[in-house]
T-cell receptor, first 115, second 112 residues
């Protein structure tokens, strides 16, 4: 079974600062995807970024980037130049490619960007 | 290209009634997933379906809950004889085979 742990229940930073959200996971599989989803107050689940486990290069999407350490089973999200609209719950998730297709989510980190 | 559609967005039921939640996947997506989110928690997998087939229902409660994805029409998550503990947000996601899952806006179920 897979597990995902987000050790920071809440974080708060000032606008324009950089913030890093932590995520560790556990799986015995070798082929999987990792995701960060954002859930703003509207409660919509929005895909932020995706990382294939077989790729060594860290994924980047504009101000969002990840630090993927496969051996350590760590997948942190860095948000640069944070904006007020980044205020949301952030969920880390793992998806095993073969077999069960479900996403396994962490408990989430509530991120607040202060003006 | 329309995203994943869910309706209703909000549903209020009294204890003992039935709740039906509908999900239309993104165009071109043949795989549908249902997740439940209790207050202040992450999403928990319930069931994974393809057209006319339940592939994985390991997260579904054994009683009162059922899901289908017929050949025509949306996927349906059905909760019979609802209880207060069923109050939650229910999210549907869709994907192509082994692809990224995209989520709908969710249905907030409140059981009085």
């Amino acid at each position: 079974a897979q597990t995902v742990t987000q050790s920071q229940p809440e974080m708060s930073v000032q606008e324009a600062e950089t913030v890093t959200l932590s995520c560790t996971y556990d799986t015995s599989e070798n082929n999987y995807y990792l995701f960060w989803y954002k859930q703003p107050p509207s409660r919509q689940m929005i895909l932020v970024i995706r990382q294939e486990a077989y790729k060594q290069q860290n994924a980047t999407e504009n101000r969002f980037s990840v630090n993927f350490q496969k051996a350590a089973k760590s997948f942190s999200l860095k948000i640069s130049d944070s904006q007020l609209g980044d205020t949301a719950m952030y969920f880390c998730a793992v998806h095993i490619i073969q077999g069960a297709q479900k996403l396994v989510f962490g408990q989430g980190t509530r991120l607040t960007i202060n003006p | 290209n329309a995203g994943v559609m869910q309706n209703p967005r909000h549903l209020v039921r009294r204890r003992g009634q039935e709740a039906r939640l509908r999900c239309s996947p993104m165009k071109g997506h043949s795989h549908v997933y249902w997740y439940r989110q209790l207050p202040e928690e992450g999403l928990k997998f319930m069931v994974y379906l393809q057209k006319e087939n339940i592939i994985d229902e390991s997260g579904m409660p054994k009683e009162r809950f059922s899901a289908e994805f017929p050949k025509e029409g949306p996927s349906i998550l059905r909760i019979q004889q609802v209880v207060r503990g069923d109050s939650a947000a229910y999210f549907c996601a869709s994907s192509p085979p082994q692809g990224t899952q995209y989520f709908g806006p969710g249905t907030r179920l409140l059981v009085l």
